[in-house]
């Protein structure tokens, strides 16, 4: 075998385990494996997990905080800045910041992203030309999925539906969505139509962004019904994600029901992206300000996928972060009450196991025989304790390679010459 990790906590209730991997899989999970192993690891107890999964990350616009720094602290500011930053993009500036957020994400033991650059008549491919050179660059530590996302809208903004359909041929495998940002319901009903007539020409999942407001007051923010009619009309179950859905926080229980109805049997995943939403929402409410998050407990109880996602790191949208999904869900766990042990077990889940299915790795993901093996080792003794502790990540493994060890501090990345550099 290539790697042996020893002594590992897979399950709190049980005696630590003893994982074999050999040619990038979990060969072997149990007590005092026997064979050789290019390298042994003896994790002395600590807490195992699969690898983290990011559904939903801006590579592109992040660490652009100190370039314009925003007055409001508004959606509608953070897009205004945005889009004036993004006019005066520069691509090695943005492959440097890019690069910035994907070390921060592998160091946090993240082995999955979906990333979601912008594309329109501003910035047109280069968001998406650089994701693309990054998910070559960083194919050994990362898993990148590459969504066309028309952040300025498709109808209000012509030429961005043939840049997206340039952005699938150029290599982008998601078709992203933003409904709420066109003027009018009819034109937000088009704009969904347009995603779903892109996705269905190449084969591809969507990714919208959706129905983020306070409430629905606006049918623009009141879209999810929607989207899961379509999705279930032209067979798409299970291939759509939506980021956000805070609106439907709004709702009562009975108004809510037909939403997530047809939510469950659509199968659509909802991400929720809770530093951004608390940071965003609720602004303009005097008192009972709102939390700004879609209605998690009642959603997962309804039988739908809710995962969660860092979203934007240190810009006008969220002027925090370090895409790290422990530090995220730790977040969702105060603000959506989370605390239970069941709870805050759920919360771990839904940053792996709910967030890889939710990007269609399920097939291939998991701590099990025969998965690939994406691990991370937690400087913890308990599974349940991680989400309490966020504790350092002793070493994280992409696909049967060690990728960073916290005594670094770094991550090791493959050079040409196949030696490792640190």
């Given amino acids: 075998m290539d790697l042996l990790v020893r002594n590992a906590r897979v399950w709190d209730d049980r005696p630590p385990m ?194 983020f407001a306070d409430d629905t007051s606006d049918h ?21 994600s939506l980021g956000h859905v805070t609106s439907l926080a709004s709702l009562t229980p009975p108004e809510a029901e037909p939403v997530i109805d047809a939510l469950r049997e659509a199968d659509v995943h909802i991400v929720t992206l809770p530093a951004t ?30 995962t969660y996602s860092s979203n934007n790191v240190r810009n006008a949208f969220t002027p925090f972060g370090k895409a790290d999904p422990l530090m995220i869900g730790n977040l969702l766990a105060h603000a959506a009450q989370f605390g239970t042990p069941h709870s805050q077990r759920e919360v771990l889940r839904m940053a792996t196991y709910d967030a890889a299915r939710s990007i269609g790795l399920e097939s291939t993901y998991g701590l099990a025989v025969g998965k690939v093996a994406d691990l991370v080792v937690f400087d913890c003794p308990r599974v349940d304790d991680i989400l309490l502790d966020l504790p350092p990540r002793r070493w994280v493994i992409k696909s049967g390679r060690v990728t960073v060890e916290t005594r670094h501090e770094c991550v090791i990345r493959p050079a040409a010459d196949g030696r490792d550099q640190q």
């Fill in 18 to 211: 003893d994982i074999a991997i050999s040619g990038g899989e979990i060969v072997g999970l149990g007590s005092d494996l026997k064979g050789e192993a290019g390298r042994t690891i003896d994790a002395e107890g600590r807490a195992v997990l699969p690898g983290f999964v990011e559904p939903h990350l801006h590579i592109d616009k992040a660490l652009l905080y100190r370039r314009q720094p925003a007055r409001d602290g508004t959606l509608e500011e953070a897009i205004r800045l945005t889009g004036k930053l993004k006019a005066e993009q520069d691509r090695d500036d943005m492959l440097q910041r890019s690069r910035a957020v994907l070390d921060m994400a592998v160091r946090s033991g993240t082995v999955a992203v979906r990333v979601h650059p912008d594309v329109d008549p501003v910035q047109r491919l280069l968001g998406v030309e650089t994701a693309l050179q990054l998910k070559d660059e960083y194919r050994d530590l990362l898993d990148i999925q590459v969504v066309a996302f028309p952040q300025e809208g498709i109808i209000k903004a012509p030429g961005t539906f043939d840049l997206m359909v340039e952005a699938m041929q150029l290599g982008a495998t998601v078709v992203g969505g933003c409904p709420y940002n066109e003027p009018t319901w009819q034109e937000t009903k088009d704009h969904i139509a347009q995603v779903f007539e892109l996705a269905q020409r190449f084969d591809a999942p969507v990714d919208m962004h959706a129905d």
């Fill in 220 to 240: 623009r923010f009141a879209s999810a019904q929607h989207i899961a009619e379509q999705a279930i009309k032209l067979g798409y179950q299970s291939r759509v």
């Fill in 277 to 306: 939403d608390l940071y965003l929402g609720g602004r303009a409410d005097v008192t009972n300000q709102r939390r700004g998050l879609t209605p998690v407990h009642l959603l997962r109880d309804s039988g739908v996928n809710v």
